[in-house]
């Protein structure tokens, strides 16, 4: 079983740059197809971007297209979520998943990640 832990949250200006960094232990995260999911205070948690198994597959949600990137580093047993041009609806607790191994694709649904981490808090004021 992997276990997940997030990192790089934190305080930014609107406009500003964060990279959250989520990694793995346990497990080579190279065997998992993984997910950043995020949750607002009074929200639903709500999907944000995807990576494939393989990396050749990447998803982003409509909000976050062309200012958040999802990467992975095999190597380093880490995947990545590069966040530009940060807004405060941005703000949330982020979290990090992977999908049980057998699934090479990623998925939106949150339903679909069976390890989950602690979660990272970004605050992004205006």
């Known amino acids: 079983q992997v276990q997940l832990v997030e990192s790089g949250g934190g305080l930014v200006q609107a406009g500003g740059s964060l990279r959250l960094s989520c990694a793995a232990s346990?497990?080579?995260?190279?065997?998992?197809?993984m997910g950043w999911f995020r949750q607002a205070p009074g929200k639903e948690r709500e999907f944000v971007a995807s990576i494939s198994r393989s990396g050749d597959s990447t998803y982003n949600t409509n909000s976050v297209k062309g200012r958040f990137t999802v990467s992975r580093d095999n190597a380093k047993n880490t995947v990545y979520l590069q966040m530009n041009s940060l807004k405060p609806e941005d703000t949330a607790v982020y979290y990090c998943?992977?999908?049980?191994?057998?699934?090479?694709?990623?998925?939106?649904?949150?339903?679909?990640?069976?390890?989950w981490g602690q979660g990272t808090q970004v605050t992004v004021s205006s």
């Open positions: 998943a992977a999908r049980y191994p057998s699934y090479s694709a990623s998925s939106y649904q949150a339903r679909d990640y069976a390890y």
């Open positions: 346990g497990h080579t995260v190279s065997s998992y197809a």
